[in-house]
């Protein structure tokens, strides 16, 4: 379920029901069975409309720049969900938006990668083929399949489902390989 604007009420909705807590793993329970994998994008907060999305989740991205402020969120973040053990979701983040030129980018990843072993070892470098990808409303494997960022980006995802303990499986950007429209 990709992001949309017309979700921006959806914390207040869902803050107005007597049992939010769930609602959004209710929503997606009855689509498990259809689909390999579901990914629900939220914000990067903590609400309700989050709070969901943790009950409903079993991995968690989590893109982090390679600066001291991403690295205070994920602590923080890692904080909350120490709190809340109700939470049965695993966190996975990784490197975006990485300018390997720059020396802090290199040394923060170097000690992240070191010291929380969770942090992915693919990282997806800054790239204009990246910011366009919303242009063209499609997967970097689609739109510039032979750039270096879209080979990031199946790798990262090799390495998701190698997490989540599903080698072997063949990816592909779109089942009948067709863009989206």
Same mark, same amino acid.
């Given at each position: 379920? @990709?992001?949309?604007?017309?979700?921006?009420?959806?914390?207040?909705?869902?803050?107005?029901?007597?049992?939010? *807590?769930?609602? /959004? *793993?209710?929503?997606?329970? @009855?689509?498990? =069975? $259809?689909?390999?994998?579901?990914? /629900?994008?939220?914000? @990067? *907060?903590?609400?309700?409309? =989050?709070?969901?999305?943790?009950? *409903?989740?079993? +991995?968690?991205?989590?893109?982090?720049?390679?600066?001291? &402020?991403? &690295?205070?969120?994920?602590?923080?973040?890692? !904080?909350?969900?120490?709190?809340?053990?109700?939470?049965?979701?695993? &966190?996975?983040?990784?490197?975006?938006?990485?300018? %390997?030129?720059?020396?802090?980018?290199?040394?923060?990843?170097?000690?992240? &990668? %070191?010291?929380?072993?969770? +942090?992915?070892?693919? =990282?997806? !470098?800054? !790239?204009?083929?990246?910011?366009?990808?919303? $242009?063209?409303?499609?997967?970097?494997?689609?739109?510039?399949?032979?750039?270096?960022?879209?080979? !990031?980006?199946?790798?990262?995802?090799?390495?998701?489902?190698?997490?989540?303990?599903?080698?072997?499986?063949?990816?592909?950007?779109?089942?009948?390989?067709?863009? @989206?429209?």
């Amino acid at each position: 379920m @990709p992001a949309d604007f017309s979700y921006r009420n959806l914390d207040q909705y869902l803050g107005r029901k007597k049992r939010w *807590a769930g609602r /959004l *793993a209710e929503l997606v329970a @009855p689509v498990r =069975s $259809e689909y390999d994998h579901v990914f /629900l994008d939220c914000a @990067p *907060a903590i609400s309700i409309v =989050s709070e969901n999305v943790f009950r *409903a989740a079993d +991995v968690l991205l989590i893109p982090m720049i390679p600066t001291f &402020l991403s &690295l205070r969120v994920y602590e923080r973040l890692k !904080s909350w969900f120490a709190k809340h053990p109700e939470f049965q979701v695993r &966190l996975l983040p990784f490197f975006s938006m990485v300018d %390997r030129r720059r020396r802090l980018h290199r040394d923060i990843m170097t000690g992240m &990668l %070191r010291d929380h072993p969770e +942090v992915l070892n693919t =990282s997806i !470098s800054y !790239s204009a083929v990246v910011e366009r990808m919303g $242009e063209f409303r499609a997967p970097l494997p689609v739109c510039a399949p032979g750039s270096e960022p879209s080979a !990031s980006f199946v790798a990262l995802w090799r390495e998701v489902e190698a997490r989540m303990g599903q080698e072997n499986r063949e990816i592909t950007p779109f089942a009948d390989g067709n863009r @989206p429209i």
